[in-house]
C-alpha cells in the first residue's frame, strides 16, 4: 500500500519560511513524479508544485514562482522550500505522486494517483 507522509508544517508570520517535507513508501517504482498541492477552506485544491522522477525538472504555479522551491533528495523524499511568505500562502499542502507523465501536464489533480493526508500552513499576518 502506498503511503505519502507530510510534515513540517506550522504557524509562520508573513515573510517568514518554512520547509515541508514528504516521504513516500510503498511504491514499488522510483520512477515517479512528485508534487505540492494546497486548499484553503471553501477553495479548490490548486496545484503549487511538481519535481520529475530524475529531480532534473521542476513546474510551479505562478502564484508560488520565485518564492518556493521545490526538490528531491531521493526517489521517495520531497521538499518544498517556503521563502517570502504571505497570509493568503495559508492552507493544507498536500503531497501526491503521479506516473512517469509529461511534466507539462502536471498542474492538475487527476494526473496524481496518490495523496497524503496533507499538513497545515498558516501565515500570520
Known amino acids: 500500500q502506498v503511503q505519502l507522509v507530510e510534515s513540517g508544517g506550522g504557524l509562520v508570520q508573513a515573510g517568514g519560511s518554512l520547509r515541508l517535507s514528504c516521504v513516500a513508501s510503498?511504491?514499488?517504482?522510483?520512477?515517479?513524479?512528485m508534487g505540492w498541492f494546497r486548499q484553503s477552506p471553501g477553495k479548490e485544491r490548486e496545484f503549487v508544485a511538481v519535481i520529475s522522477w530524475s529531480g532534473a525538472g521542476t513546474r510551479y504555479a505562478e502564484s508560488v514562482n520565485g518564492r518556493f522551491t521545490i526538490s528531491r533528495d531521493n526517489a521517495r523524499t520531497i521538499h518544498l522550500d517556503m521563502t517570502k511568505l504571505k497570509v493568503e500562502d495559508t492552507a493544507v499542502y498536500y503531497c501526491?505522486?503521479?506516473?512517469?507523465?509529461?511534466?507539462?501536464?502536471?498542474?492538475?489533480?487527476?494526473?496524481?494517483?496518490?495523496w497524503g493526508q496533507g499538513t497545515q500552513v498558516t501565515v500570520s499576518s
Open positions: 510503498g511504491r514499488d517504482s522510483g520512477n515517479y513524479h
Open positions: 501526491a505522486t503521479a506516473p512517469w507523465w509529461d511534466l507539462a501536464t502536471m498542474d492538475t489533480r487527476d494526473r496524481y494517483d496518490y
